[in-house]
């Protein structure tokens, strides 16, 4: 009984996958698809039900620092970073 219960949503389950299989398999409608879902609002709720279909944990994208250092930098670059930082600093001791 239990089975027979649980049959409506692995058939679901599976009309879902191979659906995003095709998609995933035609870029130009995938990016259409993902188009239309972030201007309908709905790109949190697909992105969701996709990593779920998927397998994987929804993980909300979050900003990831590169990990370079001022070192890694151009001179150039290196002295604009720390005019830059100079310049925070002092509007921080102004306004703190």
């Not at 995933?24 to 992105?47: C, D, E, F, W």
């Amino acid at each position: 009984m239990k089975k027979l219960r649980m049959l409506p949503g692995r058939v679901v389950k599976n009309i879902l996958r191979g659906g995003m299989s095709w998609v995933n398999s035609h870029p130009k409608l995938r990016q259409y698809v993902m188009a239309i879902t972030q201007r309908l609002g709905l790109y949190t709720v697909v992105r969701v039900i996709y990593s779920r279909l998927e397998g994987a944990p929804y993980q909300p994208r979050s900003r990831k620092t590169s990990g370079l250092t001022s070192a890694d930098l151009s001179p150039r670059a290196r002295q604009i970073y720390t005019d830059l930082k100079a310049t925070l600093e002092l509007k921080r001791r102004k306004n703190g």
